[in-house]
């Protein structure tokens, strides 16, 4: 970061996964209510400064689909001291821990099962949606 360029600000990880309870057919609506909640946030932690850049992790397991959340977040953070900022997604893929095979996969699709045909799993990674930082002028 070079003077002035503004501060990348990192605090404890804010979870939003309980924002992830949409029906079919609400997917609009969904990453709406996501982007308006990380603009809230970003905006009090902000404390008045204007916010320039928001780096979230979104896991595959959300449902959250990437251009329709920026689409959202530009939208949300119209009018608020986050218009205008970027919106960086670090994207995290499914992956689970076969009980059966006794090995970690990376799942093709958003069902968790194991490719041998195991349901017997623990999801390792895709279940993330958090904020993990802010740059702020």
Known sequence: MTPGSGALRTWETV???????????????????????????????????????????IGALTAVLPDTMRFCFELAATGTAAHGAALDLDLRPAVVFCRVCRSERRLPDLIPLCPCGSADVTVTTGRELDIVAMEVA
């Open 15 to 57: 979870d939003l996964r309980h924002l992830t309870g949409s029906t079919a057919g609400e997917g609009f609506m969904h990453e709406l209510a996501i982007a308006e909640n990380i603009v809230d946030t970003v905006c009090t932690r902000a404390a008045g400064r204007p916010v320039r850049r928001v780096i979230l992790r």
